[in-house]
């Protein structure tokens, strides 16, 4: 194993690392070069949690995705036909994207690209930023061998956002939203030839030329970001955000709203994988303080669809079901709180952290999360298949549950500390067994 596929391994969660090696069998099976690139890439050289996993193909990728949902092993979220790419969900809640490596060529600024197929040597140098342009072979013949024809590697050790081309803004527009993105996330300063291409950008306004698909894409991405309250008040301070909404600035852009579900995203155990609808939450705190007026114009400009709109604003009345039960109800044991709260998605506990007044709920979640989910972990497939379950079956998860109710409701066993015996004193007349050698 190469250093940089163990460096890899040790950054991803097991479910992720299935994925992987679901991916990875996959394209063997269809004689396909894969590779991990982008963010994936990024954020392990960098030292970051992985957040999706970013796969690209040399050859047909677009089929190549469609055989996960085919198979039933991923659920497709989205297809861009054009740039043959695809998203895709995982079990225990893995995105990952499937691409066509290629090269894409503008005729204007922010219009859609020509698209063609080419090696991941050419993909890699018509990307965004050198940072997003390093790969990992995870091809069979070549894995482990790492690609970074633009340097990305060492942009990333001084802490610096670079273009990958002298015209990597001008083609598309919208990579200056995830540069500001970027520098907020990742920390970095942004080198001065990318500087003077935004600059000259904004003084062209050629931000106007951004359509509406690509400022919802962007969005997307902001909600995922722990730092999503950070980023759009950099985005304010750059006078970006008038492109969403002119409503959206000062005291209208949710500032402290975010600023809690940044504190209430730190409750979530690390590396446990929990489904959060990262998008409604985003959207309840960014329309909060809009007038109707002002949210149509927000939907309209970044196209918000209709779903993710219709599950943000159901969030409070579904978070107050949930609130009013854990007030209520007896849950003395721990695994009834932990079967009630398994049930719960991710996005109403963090809601209920961010505004719930009553004590006991705040309690209540705060021991889902941080004593009884982790302690729930401890029971391994293994575990079960050692008593007689069989993955998949209903018997299965069944005993599964029997096994964490057990673990949860257990008293820990008291230590019991004995004093080591004492030797009295030598009396009158008596002497100690040393005495005189």
Not at 71 to 100: Q, W, Y
Not at 148 to 154: A, E, I, K, Q
Not at 388 to 393: A, D, L, S, V
Request: aromatic content about 6%; glycine content about 6%.
């Amino acid at each position: 194993m190469s250093d940089y596929m163990f460096m890899l391994d040790s950054h991803l969660n097991g479910e992720q690392s299935k994925a992987l090696a679901e991916v990875r069998l996959a394209a063997e099976q269809a004689n396909l070069n894969l590779f991990l690139t982008g963010g994936a890439m990024r954020d392990m050289m960098g030292g970051f949690p992985i957040r999706d996993l970013d796969f690209t193909v040399e050859g047909a990728a677009l089929k190549f995705a469609k055989s996960f949902a085919q198979a039933g092993k991923a659920e497709i979220l989205e297809v861009d036909e054009n740039r043959k790419c695809a998203e895709l969900r995982f079990p225990g809640g893995v995105t990952a994207s499937i691409a066509m490596a290629r090269q894409e060529k503008y005729s204007k600024p922010g219009m859609k690209p020509q698209v063609q197929a080419a090696t991941i040597h050419e993909d890699l140098r018509g990307r965004d930023f050198t940072v997003n342009a390093i790969a990992l072979s995870l091809g069979k013949a070549s894995r482990g061998l790492l690609l970074d024809p633009t340097n990305g590697l060492g942009d990333l050790s001084h802490k610096e956002l670079r273009a990958a081309a002298n015209y990597t803004l001008y083609d598309d527009p919208s990579r200056i939203l995830r540069m500001i993105r970027l520098r907020v996330r990742l920390g970095f300063t942004i080198d001065e030839r990318t500087m003077n291409q935004y600059r000259n950008i904004r003084e062209a306004k050629l931000e106007s030329k951004i359509p509406a698909a690509a400022l919802e894409r962007e969005l997307r991405q902001i909600a995922l970001d722990p730092l999503s309250g950070d980023i759009l008040k950099a985005l304010e301070e750059e006078n970006l955000l008038y492109l969403v909404s002119p409503a959206l600035a000062g005291p209208k852009l949710n500032l402290s709203g975010f600023q809690k579900l940044q504190k209430a995203r730190q409750t979530l155990p690390f590396g446990i994988p929990i489904a959060v609808h990262w998008y409604a939450l985003f959207l309840l705190l960014l329309l909060e303080k809009l007038t109707p007026r002002e949210r149509a114009q927000v939907v309209a400009a970044a196209a918000i669809p209709k779903p993710d709109l219709e599950a943000a604003s159901r969030l409070e009345a579904r978070a107050g079901k949930v609130e009013k039960e854990l007030a209520t109800a007896n849950l003395q044991r721990p695994s009834a709180l932990y079967a009630l709260l398994s049930k719960v998605p991710g996005e109403i506990l963090l809601f209920l952290l961010m505004r719930s007044g009553q004590r006991l709920v705040l309690d209540r979640t705060r021991n889902y999360l941080q004593k009884y989910l982790p302690a729930a972990q401890e029971i391994t497939e293994k575990d079960v298949i050692e008593r007689g379950g069989q993955p998949g079956t209903p018997k299965f998860a069944k005993l599964q549950q029997q096994m964490i109710a057990a673990r949860l409701d257990a008293r820990p066993k008291k230590v019991v500390v004995e004093e080591p015996p004492t030797t009295p004193p030598p009396g009158p007349g008596r002497r100690s067994a040393s005495f005189g050698r």
